[in-house]
T-cell receptor
Framework: GESVGLHLPTLSVQEGDNSIINCAYS??????FIWYKQESGKGPQFIID?????DKRQGQRVTVLLNKTVKHLSLQIAATQPGDSAVYFC????????????FGRGTSLIVHP | NAGVTQTPKFQVLKTGQSMTLQCAQD?????MYWYRQDPGMGLRLIYY???????DKGEVPNGYNVSRLNKREFSLRLESAAPSQTSVYFC?????????????FGNGTRLTVT
């Protein structure tokens, strides 16, 4: 999940395991949430999104869960592969009264073959 | 499909020099954004343009200016670079603020200020 400080939280898993990456968001007014994947040397890439009127959304090998009561998001990756190794960011669509994407600090996922 | 294109990919500046980072998108998106990313940090919004002809400050606008040249292009200018501006800069675009759509990012400009 998110943490204060210069070092990213890190999740290490074995290939084939399921991974769960957590994120706490800031603003109860946020109505749209997105998960991005960032590989080394590249810009973030969209993985999956969810609107605030849903609590679960599934994609290919990924599931996002939203708990608005505690302002918490999670990204579940099934059967994690080495190619999933990257930094994962959650974003909420709210900043200072406008619907502007705001990012968490990210979690580094390391998948061991 | 190019998506979001940023130039240059790398740049080294001396303190006090100026430069402009260029960004162009070919997806006919309304909104464009500039973020900076520092080690161990998420992306912090510098400026954004919700639509052609408008620009607004984000979380960390000091030391930067922007221009939304047309619908495709959104540039970021450092008038007098400082070492604190050493960072990776990402441009992004989206269909628009009101549509709740994801951002599409370029691959970044890696800037070092000595």
């Amino acid at each position: 999940g998110e943490s204060v400080g210069l070092h990213l939280p890190t999740l290490s898993v074995q290939e084939g395991d399921n991974s769960i990456i957590n994120c706490a968001y800031s603003n109860s007014a946020s109505d749209y949430f997105i998960w991005y994947k960032q590989e080394s040397g590249k810009g973030p890439q969209f993985i999956i999104d969810i609107r605030s009127n849903m609590d679960k959304r599934q994609g290919q090998r990924v599931t996002v869960l939203l708990n608005k009561t505690v302002k918490h998001l999670s990204l579940q990756i099934a059967a994690t592969q080495p190619g999933d190794s990257a930094v994962y960011f959650c974003a909420e669509n709210y900043l200072g009264g406008s619907y502007i994407p705001t990012f968490g600090r990210g979690t580094s996922l390391i998948v061991h073959p | 499909n190019a998506g979001v294109t940023q130039t240059p990919k790398f740049q080294v500046l001396k303190t006090g020099q100026s430069m402009t980072l260029q960004c162009a998108q070919d997806m006919n998106h309304n909104s464009m954004y500039w973020y900076r990313q520092d080690p161990g940090m998420g992306l912090r919004l510098i400026y954004y343009s919700a639509s052609e002809g408008t620009t607004d400050k984000g979380e960390v606008p000091n030391g930067y200016n922007v221009s939304r040249l047309n619908k495709r292009e959104f540039s970021l200018r450092l008038e007098s670079a400082a070492p604190s501006q050493t960072s990776v800069y990402f441009c992004a675009s989206s269909a628009g603020e009101a549509t709740n759509s994801p951002l599409h990012f370029g691959n970044g400009t890696r800037l070092t200020v000595t």
